[in-house]
């Protein structure tokens, strides 16, 4: 009888200590519920909220000066080519753009990207003559964007901005020595004779140095043209313009690559006449701003081995 007793107590204590935890559990399951729900009802008011705000204040505007934020390096990583060409075709498409506005602080990036932008500019201006486009220099305007940059009608800087660097680069690294002083052999096997064109871990070929300084000139005398045609009989061309160097803003304005001295307020303005600016800038989701932190920490751990890129930077 006691025995029975005993099994009867432990097995009603096992009960109770079950139903506990399912208890337990069916009361985290429901907070969690409660949470993850209080946080789409957040998110889907702020949103609404944004939005409202958004088209009460596209509504209160009459005209206004479209602003297209160009920040960091062109491609890659950076602001991407089709994501600025959506911009400027949003800006241009609203009724009541009266200019758009470049803001830049680029080192400058891909050729390839920056001529793509460059020619959607040149191609939308003459879709839309009554639209004129303005860049606005903060602290960088080089290579890329300011390849970018000569697309615009008028190029405004601050007097310490950094202007210029027409040029191309490509660069890499070296390993043989190196590899010499670990005892490091180089197996590398290829179809075609020049498919290990600049191998970082191959001695240093002559024939293909040369032909990557004629691919490096030939881009570079693209670049060159561009700025001719943007800046036409503005330019005051130097001896060093096509160098590479960079120049204050007051030194470019005496240049002629760029025109005056503006922010963006005051280009808006005075230059616009149209004080109200509505951001048109592209705008990166979370899963991109994530993804591209992922992708910079993989880069970075593989930049050592990594082969040259031509760049305009």
Known sequence: MAEEQQNTWER???ERLLLAQINEQRRARRWGIFFKSLGFVWLFLMLLLFAVGQDSDLKRIKEHTALIDVQGEIGGDGVKGEDLIAALGNAFKDKKTKAVVLRFNSPGGSPVQAGIVYDEIKRLRAKHPQTPVYAVVEDLCASGGYYIAVAADEI???????VGSIGVLMDGFGFTETMKKLGVERRLLTAGENKGFLDPFSPEDPGHVAHAKALLAEV?????GVVREGRGQRL???PDMYTGLVWSGTRSIELGLADGLGSLDYVAREVVKAEDIVDFSPRRSLADLLSKRLGTAIGEALRPWAR???SIR
């Open 156 to 162: 405004y800087v601050d007097k310490a901005s950094i």
């Open 236 to 238: 005051k061309e130097t």
């Open 308 to 310: 040259e890129a031509v």
């Open 220 to 224: 570079h005398q693209q670049f060159i």
């Open 12 to 14: 009603d204590a096992l």
